[in-house]
């Protein structure tokens, strides 16, 4: 099985960066590929970001490209979301997953418990 905890949220004023990080566990995980998803004030929860097992195919919900990165480090077993010129938009609790496919959270096996990300205009 695979655990996940998600570090790195705060509160920041628009326009700066923040990079979330992702660590797993369990001997599968560098296997599987990850997701991010986010749910914010009064909405529903939405994809942001999918990254291949190997870290070379990477897909972005279109509020996020060319703001949002993401890359992973196997040997680490870590997973990251870098966000630049964030927006308030962008405030919500962001969630790593791992064990589905693409944009669909439904598929994903695995979930994080989320870490809050606030930014102020």
């Known amino acids: 099985q695979v655990q996940l905890v998600e570090s790195g949220g705060g509160l920041v004023q628009a326009g700066n960066s923040l990079r979330l990080s992702c660590a797993g566990s369990g001997r599968t995980f560098s296997a599987y590929e990850g997701g991010w998803f986010r749910q914010g004030p009064g909405k529903a929860r939405e994809f942001v970001a999918a990254?291949?097992?190997?870290?070379?195919?990477?897909s972005f919900t279109d509020s996020v490209k060319g703001r949002f990165t993401s890359c992973r480090d196997n040997p680490k077993k870590m997973v990251y979301l870098q966000m630049n010129s964030l927006k308030p938009e962008d405030t919500a609790v962001y969630y790593c997953?791992?064990?589905?496919?693409?944009?669909?959270?439904?598929?994903?096996?695995?979930w994080g418990q989320g870490t809050q990300v606030t930014v102020s205009s």
């Open positions: 990254i291949s097992y190997s870290g070379d195919i990477t």
């Open positions: 997953a791992a064990g589905g496919i693409g944009r669909t959270a439904q598929t994903y096996a695995y």
